[in-house]
């Protein structure tokens, strides 16, 4: 202990901590008072030891003295070169105490320890929301200043996260990195694999709160929740319909529009919707997808093979408001109200006649 004492005779009033110099000493006291005596002139950092004005400094000059010798890259302070080189050694001298993981960085370390512990220090001061690291606190703010500082190169939008700039410049690039292994299909969102893979294993852990249905997308089960609710939320700017989901929008507006963009490559018919072309397109094929359960009927539309099905269950959903009788098909309903028509027109010429 006298040998410790003698090559550390400084020692600190305040903790237990004892140098080798008065210089470091007095460096280290200004931790227990605060003293800040080196200043920038440049911005108004103020620091409490010399070297660390000297490494601020390089903040404003650009300067990065410190290089790699494996790629080449420079650095403006000595311990981030001490980082990078663990990239070219794979050193990570960080473990977590509670699972496997290892990190290069006591920073990375301490991120990935919220995961365990449920802390999430970075509030939002406009809502509740709280989070886990300082990045994503930064990204939600944008959600309330509707910031979007990541703009496209090739096309006028801005994106509030750099991620999602990233995904869409795959649509300039078409590059698809997410590849399912188990058919050819490919993506240019991650999201939309995972979306994708739940169609071959028949996933649907998105359920309906008020009835049974799952399915297999949050945003297919949103757009069901307003068969619910009833909301319609896409209106049209020309008459005043309006829809539950955008498509159905779209495909209305053709009405006004008159744009027929689904086209028949055998005889050039042309269709505002791409079912329609589809039903269209089995009078050139002859495919009849549609079977009866109850005899061997086959029918190229589904509506056609509901009315057939009426045919064995004597539903007649159509009645006539002048007097009892009821059809299976509202075709028949119009040809029999005509019935009506001409026995009013009888009517009437007969008793034009009685009054002369």
Do not use: W
Not at 19 to 24: A, E, N, R
Not at 36 to 54: E, I, Q, R, T
Not at 171 to 184: D, F, G, Q, V
Not at 235 to 249: E, P, V
């Amino acid at each position: 202990m006298e040998t410790y004492a003698k090559l550390k005779p400084y020692s600190c009033e305040v903790c237990t901590l004892s140098f080798t110099s008065s210089s470091d000493l007095k460096r280290h006291v200004r931790i227990h008072t605060g003293e800040k005596p080196y200043s920038c002139n440049v911005c108004a950092a103020d620091f409490s030891d010399h070297s660390n004005l000297k490494s601020h400094m390089r903040t404003h000059t650009g300067e990065k003295p410190y290089y790699c010798e494996e790629c080449g890259s420079a650095f403006s302070h000595s311990s981030t070169l001490k980082v990078h080189l663990r990239i070219h050694s794979g050193e990570r001298p960080y473990s977590c105490q509670v699972c496997e993981h290892a990190f290069s960085e006591y920073s990375s370390l301490k991120r990935h320890m919220r995961k365990h512990t449920g802390e999430k220090p970075f509030s939002c001061h406009l809502c509740s929301s709280a989070f886990a690291e300082m990045s994503i606190l930064k990204e939600h703010m944008r959600t309330h200043t509707g910031e979007k500082p990541y703009s496209c190169n090739v096309c006028a939008s801005t994106f509030s996260h750099s991620s999602s700039l990233k995904v869409h410049m795959r649509i300039h690039t078409a590059e698809k990195p997410y590849s399912c292994n188990l058919c050819e299909a490919a993506f240019s969102d991650n999201s939309n694999l995972k979306n994708h893979m739940r169609r071959h294993t028949g996933e649907k852990p998105y359920s309906c709160e008020v009835c049974d249905s799952a399915f297999s997308e949050s945003s297919s089960l949103k757009k069901h929740m307003r068969t619910h609710t009833g909301e319609k939320p896409y209106s049209c700017q020309i008459c005043d319909a309006a829809f539950s989901q955008n498509s159905s929008l779209k495909n209305h507006m053709r009405k006004h529009t008159g744009e027929k963009p689904y086209v028949c490559l055998i005889c050039n018919s042309a269709f505002s919707q791409n079912t329609s072309l589809r039903n269209h397109m089995r009078r050139h094929t002859g495919e009849k997808p549609y079977s009866c359960q109850v005899c061997d009927a086959s029918f190229s539309q589904a509506n056609t093979l509901k009315i057939h099905l009426r045919t064995h269950t004597g539903e007649k959903p159509y009645s006539c408001e002048v007097c009892q009788a009821a059809f299976s098909q509202k075709a028949n309903l119009k040809i029999h109200m005509k019935s009506h028509a001409r026995a009013l027109g009888k009517k009437c010429k007969s008793e034009k006649k009685s009054k002369v």
